[in-house]
């Protein structure tokens, strides 16, 4: 009986190859050696090289269950060495190849880096990340740039996508653009799920173009057409937005099977027309800024979303057959309203009667000019000199003036000479 014991522990050793997965219990642990039961009344050893940890402690505990793989079959004692590592990391290929065939999204540790990307472990397994699927390399770094950012890496996290495997060559490429673009697609669709317009959502501006601005709500871009900017004209987005700025937007529409959400940065805020016949009336007259030229007359801006048309018969006495021989784009004039259509959105303004009327208080206000350093005030008060604007040794100019401010025939005003 004790013969056929022994016959058969011999043929349980000669069973092992090398590569071959083993499970045991770890029954033995100290300076010099781990032992691992295996089974079979064989004892098998583990490598040298795994028997401490980084800080120099035994890496295992007795009773620990481990895998491990056959890297000796016998050793000169006669027991078989095996490898923990080589067993994580046969586990992990077996795991990766199953990853990658469910397209799925793994994680992995940044281990170490070179000049072209980064070394993580994955699973037990170490894969390379190339510098052109790294997601926050900036393009067109210097070396030194790029070096920096790699050391700066080590020891993160981050979730990646397998690309390229050869579990025979030992070869694991990974992506982690590819996974942040797949787990932003899943962002993107639970966003257009639950979006609904009319919301007010906060967002970062991640680009500008010239019909708008790119709005990230946090897995989907939105578009805030230039229109939808705001209230006043806009010629570019880069007047109003730059790229990283937080904003508060309002969801104008949800385009889910496009996957296209509209944006509007003005209808946050409260539309000027709403409170126009509370802040002008017919007869005020009021500093505007002529934005566009047309051949019946010039359109006045008074304040961002608030415009009105001078006729050209309200340019000039005299008889004209062009705006542009009273009036230039990007002038600054006073006008006077004649007339206020809030439900239409529109303002009658007249030139020629503000510089008839020589009137240029508003809301009790008036415009301060300035003349070889005395500064005057002109409209419902009388010209004053400040006294903080005269020359030393100058006269102050008087309190008040017979003459009155004269109106220019652009409609500014022409300052008394003293």
Do not use: C
Not at 83 to 95: K, L, M, P, Q, T
Not at 151 to 169: A, H, P
Not at 275 to 298: C, M, N, S, W
Not at 408 to 418: C, K, Q
Request: charged fraction near 30%; hydrophobic fraction near 35%; proline fraction near 4%.
């Amino acid at each position: 009986m004790g013969a056929l014991l022994e016959q058969y522990e011999e043929t349980q050793h000669t069973q092992l190859r090398r590569g071959e997965l083993v499970e045991g219990t770890v029954v033995l642990v100290d300076r010099e050696e781990i032992l691992v039961d295996i089974g079979g009344k064989m004892e098998a050893v583990i490598a040298t090289s795994e028997i401490h940890d980084e800080r120099g402690e035994p890496s295992l505990r007795r009773g620990d269950h481990v895998s491990a793989v056959v890297i000796v079959p016998e050793n000169a004692e006669g027991r078989p060495v095996i490898s923990i590592n080589r067993a994580r990391a046969e586990i992990g290929w077996r795991d990766l190849q199953t990853k990658k065939d469910a397209e799925e999204v793994v994680s992995g540790e940044v281990v170490d880096h070179n000049k072209g990307g980064l070394i993580v472990s994955v699973d037990g397994v170490r894969g390379f990340v190339p510098l052109s699927q790294i997601v926050e390399l900036r393009r067109g770094g210097s070396e030194e740039e790029v070096e920096e950012k790699l050391r700066s890496m080590r020891g993160q996290n981050l979730f990646l996508k397998v690309i390229e495997m050869n579990r025979r060559r030992n070869r694991l490429i990974l992506s982690e653009r590819a996974a942040a673009q797949e787990r932003r697609a899943q962002q993107k669709d639970r966003l257009l799920a639950e979006l609904q317009a009319g919301e007010i959502r906060h967002g970062r501006v991640s680009s500008l173009t010239d019909f708008g601005a790119f709005v990230d709500l946090g897995g989907a871009d939105g578009l805030i057409h230039l229109s939808e900017l705001s209230w006043g004209q806009v010629q570019h987005p880069s007047q109003v937005l730059r790229v990283g700025q937080e904003v508060d937007v309002r969801v104008v529409g949800v385009d889910r099977e496009n996957k296209k959400i509209a944006l509007s940065l003005k209808q946050v805020e409260e539309n000027p027309w709403n409170r126009i016949e509370q802040k002008y009336h017919v007869g005020d007259t009021v500093p505007a800024k002529i934005t566009k030229l047309a051949q019946f007359g010039a359109f006045a801006e008074l304040e961002p979303g608030v415009e009105g048309l001078v006729h050209i018969s309200e340019l000039s006495d005299e008889r004209i057959t062009h705006p542009k021989q009273v009036v230039r784009e990007g002038e600054d004039v006073s006008l006077r309203i004649i007339k206020i259509d809030p439900s239409r959105h529109r303002l009658g303004l007249s030139l020629r009667q503000a510089e008839e009327a020589g009137e240029y208080d508003y809301s009790g206000g008036g415009y301060e000019a300035w003349s070889e350093g005395t500064s005057y005030v002109l409209g419902g008060a009388t010209a004053t000199a400040e006294d903080n604007g005269s020359p030393p040794g100058e006269p102050q100019a008087e309190e008040q003036h017979e003459e009155s401010s004269e109106p220019a025939a652009n409609g500014t005003a022409r300052v008394p000479e003293h």
